[in-house]
Structures are given as structure tokens and as C-alpha cells.
Nanobody, 120 residues
Framework: VQLQASGGGLVQAGGSLRLSCAAS????????MAWFRQAPGKEREFVAA????????VYGDSVKGRFTISRGNRKSTMYLQLNNLVPEDTAVYYC??????????????WGQGTQVTVSS
């Protein structure tokens, strides 16, 4: 499974971005997919995950109520809508996928990351 993340950029605090992750490969559309992020000098942080059907998404505490994860109609694409951004959201955002169905992972497939920078 190959993952390609896109949509990052520079935005002012309070603004919005939409990240995309395109999955390709055998059975990619049936995998549980997730977003993680890593800021400089910090550990990687779980952001959100969604199963193949796009239902029952799970969010990290720091993004609840501000970010929304979803799957595209063809299920091989995942999105992350980032609203009400704050400077603390600045990080490289990675998409990941795994076949176990448990959002906790482990995630065996990773995209290359897309940079999100929020200015104050």
C-alpha cells in the first residue's frame, strides 16, 4: 500500500486547511486509516483515525471539535479538515494505514508527510 499526503501549507491562526491522503495498492480501500503529526522536538502524536466505512472516527484530545476526518466515496482517499487552527497545530502531518481494524494500530504503511504551519 502506498500513501500520498497533500494539502499542507501556511495559514494564520483561526484559519482552516484540508489535508488529503490517497491510498493505492491491494485492498487499500478496506484499511483503517489515520493521521499523525510530529512537531520539531516532540514525539509523534495521534490525530485521528477512521475505519474503511468512514464511520465511528476517533480523535486525539487536542483536536477534538476542531478537526474532522473522513473517507472519500471510493474509500481509498482520506481527508482531514482542520478548522480553528492554532500555532500549536504546527507540525508535519502523516497519513498511515493498517489492516487490523483497531485504530490503535500498529500502522504498517506511512505516507511522506505534509507540513502544516500556523502563524500567530
Amino acid at each position: 500500500v502506498q500513501l500520498q499526503a497533500s494539502g499542507g501549507g501556511l495559514v494564520q491562526a483561526g484559519g482552516s486547511l484540508r489535508l488529503s491522503c490517497a491510498a493505492s495498492g491491494h485492498s487499500a480501500s478496506s484499511y483503517t486509516m489515520a493521521w499523525f503529526r510530529q512537531a520539531p522536538g516532540k514525539e509523534r502524536e495521534f490525530v485521528a483515525a477512521v475505519n474503511w466505512g468512514g464511520v465511528n472516527p476517533v480523535y486525539g484530545d487536542s483536536v477534538k471539535g476542531r478537526f474532522t476526518i473522513s473517507r472519500g466515496n471510493r474509500k481509498s482517499t482520506m481527508y482531514l479538515q482542520l478548522n480553528n487552527l492554532v500555532p500549536e497545530d504546527t507540525a508535519v502531518y502523516y497519513c498511515a494505514a493498517q489492516s487490523s481494524g483497531d485504530y490503535r494500530g500498529p500502522y504498517g504503511y506511512w505516507g511522506q508527510g505534509t507540513q502544516v504551519t500556523v502563524s500567530s
